[in-house]
């Protein structure tokens, strides 16, 4: 589960109302939130809070690395507060359903030498691709 709101209290971040808001949105396991569907959710807690407020934080929050900004698709981005758990994503290729993976083993260690073609990688991206329970039925 993202502990989004301690880490963001953690590392002294203004918290202002709208801040706040955001993060509780953004806060908890298989979050992958569009800024819209934060925006959405926002306003719920806090009427006034405006879209570009969610924006701005929104880039504020990636910037700072405590946000992921997730692509997956043709779709929108998602924002992913499991920024410090490093994980994979499973995605409904049909609904857009996004899911937090966590399989065991080094992802690195799958790509051979010789596929690196010198390059000295950093970082991994997996994505698996099927449909979810409620799309397959």
Known sequence: MSDLLERLRGRGWRMTAQRRVVAEVLNGEHVHLTADEVHHR?????????RATVYNTLGE?????EVLEVTTDKRAKRYDP??????????????????DVHPTGNPLADLPAAERFGFTVSEVEVTYRGLCPDCAR
């Open 42 to 50: 926002a306003v719920v807690r806090l009427p006034e809070i405006s």
């Open 61 to 65: 929050l990636v910037s700072l690395g």
């Open 82 to 99: 499991n920024a410090h758990v490093p994980h994979h994503h499973l995605v409904c290729a049909r609904c857009g359903t996004i899911k």
